[in-house]
T-cell receptor, first 115, second 113 residues
Framework: GAGVSQSPRYKVAKRGQDVALRCDPI?????LFWYQQALGQGPEFLTY????????KSGLPSDRFFAERPEGSVSTLKIQRTQQEDSAVYLC?????????????FGPGTRLTVL | TQLLEQSPQFLSIQEGENLTVYCNSS?????LQWYRQEPGEGPVLLVT?????EVKKLKRLTFQFGDARKDSSLHITAAQPGDTGLYLC?????????????FGQGTILTVHP
C-alpha cells in the first residue's frame, strides 16, 4: 500500500516568499505530525493533528508558520515571509491510532532552501 | 539544551566490528524508539521499548531501555556496510497522551568494507 507522501520534494524560495508544503498521510490514519529537521540534526516537533483538530502547535517557531488539516486527511504546512533560518527538511508522519506508543510512518520530507 | 543526548555523533568503523550508540536524558520517557534514516528519506522505525530494563533483539541489533526509563542503547554486532546510515533515538515523554516524539541529535554510522 501507499506510504506517506509529501510534495514538493524540493523547494527553493527567495527570502520573503510564502511557501506551502503538502502531506498525504496513509489513508485512515488518525494522527498526523509535522517535524522540522535541520542539517545534521534530529527532527524537532512542530505540530500535531488528531483528525482535523490541531491539538498541539507548541513547536511552531513563530506566527509565520501555520498548519491545517481541514478534512482530517491531507495536511498543509504554510510558511509566510520565509527567512534563511527556515531552511530545513520538513517531515510529515502519520499513525493509525492516537495512542502515544503507536508507530509513526514518516514521509520522505520536503527540503526547503531559502535564499 | 538537548532533552535527549545521543552519542557518539559520528562513528566510522570497519566491517565486522561491534558498536554501541547511547541515548541519555534526565527526563523519564514512557517509551523510547530507535529509527534509521537514509539520505533523502524519512526515518524508519526499528524498535520501540516501553518497559524499564527491557531488551529487544532484531537480528544483529540489540536495544535496551534503562531501568529508570531515562536512557537507552543500541548495540550492533558484526557491523556490515549495509548498516551505514543515520540512527536516531526518540522518546515519548510521560505526560503526553499522543506520540509527540523528542529526538536525539542522531549518530552517523559509516561501516567500511
Amino acid at each position: 500500500g501507499a506510504g506517506v507522501s509529501q510534495s514538493p520534494r524540493y523547494k527553493v524560495a527567495k527570502r520573503g516568499q510564502d511557501v506551502a508544503l503538502r502531506c498525504d498521510p496513509i489513508s485512515g490514519h488518525v494522527s498526523l505530525f509535522w517535524y522540522q529537521q535541520a542539517l545534521g540534526q534530529g527532527p524537532e516537533f512542530l505540530t500535531y493533528f488528531q483528525n482535523e483538530a490541531q491539538l498541539d502547535k507548541s513547536g511552531l517557531p513563530s506566527d509565520r508558520f501555520f498548519a491545517e488539516r481541514p478534512e482530517g486527511s491531507v495536511s498543509t504546512l504554510k510558511i509566510q515571509r520565509t527567512q534563511q533560518e527556515d531552511s530545513a527538511v520538513y517531515l510529515c508522519a502519520s499513525s493509525f491510532h492516537k495512542n502515544r506508543n503507536n508507530e509513526q510512518f514518516f514521509g520522505p520530507g520536503t527540503r526547503l532552501t531559502v535564499l | 539544551t538537548q532533552l535527549l543526548e545521543q552519542s557518539p555523533q559520528f562513528l566510522s568503523i570497519q566491517e565486522g566490528e561491534n558498536l554501541t550508540v547511547y541515548c541519555n536524558s534526565s527526563s523519564v520517557f514512557s517509551s523510547l524508539q530507535w529509527y534509521r534514516q537514509e539520505p533523502g528519506e524519512g526515518p524508519v522505525l526499528l524498535v520501540t521499548v516501553v518497559t524499564g530494563g527491557e531488551v529487544k533483539k532484531l537480528k544483529r541489533l540489540t536495544f535496551q531501555f534503562g531501568d529508570a526509563r531515562k536512557d537507552s542503547s543500541l548495540h550492533i554486532t558484526a557491523a556490515q556496510p549495509g548498516d551505514t546510515g543515520l540512527y536516531l533515538c526518540a522518546g515519548v515523554r510521560g505526560g503526553t497522551s499522543y506520540g509527540k516524539l523528542t529526538f536525539g541529535q542522531g549518530t552517523i554510522l559509516t561501516v567500511h568494507p
